[in-house]
């Protein structure tokens, strides 16, 4: 049992990161990998009523790898933690399988009553980008991804994406991918993996300015199109009178660059 997932750890660790070349490498040099093996040792104390023992491995653990796991914590399999520095993790905090966590992450509480579900509980797949804090004893869903620097402090469904302080919770995508972009999307999608928790379309802000920006343009091409048909009009009318009518600064092509701003917001 210890071995089986000690090598499911190791190739999770192979597939995710691309700096990793073997898994000797991995299995002498990954502090993430060190951290959750201790921290399955120190888990089987507490859960044993070896409470002291539990904790003691629990903050040698922290001295070694710099990542401070409670050992009440449950952590789930082929779980990552990258680089891991800093990483602090609740003692009634969950961690489903295949998650990936980055250096800096807080899963944290916000609530002082001793015995209570304080600290978050993350699906399955979950990714939680560099430094992002989530606290509370609330669930962030399979498939979710928070952002890096974000603090999240609500609930998170599943699929979709947290980002910002407060953060900001995007459930499905409406910024139009660009076909690069949409390229690494695709990868990423067939790998299950994106790194530190972000994409190029999950800024909220950008998605909204780069749909003014398209509606905008539209707004334009409109009005370009109806001036076009009264000086078309005007023409065929032949008069004098139809030609006095049509305003000389009239707009009849269109000067919106919506690609130039939309690039501008990448």
Not at 11 to 24: S, V
Not at 177 to 187: G, H, M, N, V
Not at 189 to 201: D, I, K, N, Q, W
Not at 214 to 233: F, N, P, V, Y
Request: charged share 20%; glycine share 10%.
């Amino acid at each position: 049992m210890l071995f089986s997932r000690l090598r499911e750890d190791i190739a999770c660790i192979l597939e995710r990161d691309p700096a990793a070349r073997t898994a000797w490498e991995v299995l002498t040099c990954y502090p993430g990998l060190h951290a959750l093996v201790m921290h399955r040792w120190a888990h089987w104390c507490w859960t044993h009523g070896l409470k002291w023992p539990g904790r003691f491995l629990s903050n040698y653990n922290r001295f070694l790898t710099g990542i401070e796991i409670h050992p009440g914590a449950t952590i789930g399999r082929r779980v990552f933690i990258d680089h891991g520095m800093g990483v602090v993790v609740g003692q009634t905090a969950e961690i489903g399988d295949d998650c990936t966590i980055y250096q800096g992450v807080t899963l944290g509480g916000t609530s002082l009553s001793k015995g209570a579900k304080r600290h978050p509980t993350l699906g399955k797949g979950v990714i939680i980008g560099a430094n992002a804090q989530v606290l509370g004893g609330f669930t962030v869903g399979d498939g979710a991804r928070v952002g890096s620097n974000a603090v999240v402090t609500k609930p998170v469904p599943p699929g979709a994406t947290a980002v910002g302080n407060p953060a900001r919770i995007i459930v499905a995508k409406v910024a139009v991918l660009d076909a690069k972009q949409a390229e690494r999307e695709a990868l990423a999608e067939r790998l299950g993996f994106s790194a530190y928790g972000v994409t190029e379309g999950d800024d909220p802000l950008s998605q909204a300015m780069r749909g003014l920006i398209d509606h905008a343009s539209g707004h334009e091409r409109q009005i370009t199109l109806i001036w076009r048909a009264i000086e078309k009009l005007a023409c065929e009318a032949n008069t004098e009178a139809a030609r006095d009518c049509l305003p000389c600064d009239a707009q009849t092509t269109e000067q919106f660059n919506a690609e130039e701003l939309n690039r501008l917001m990448k």
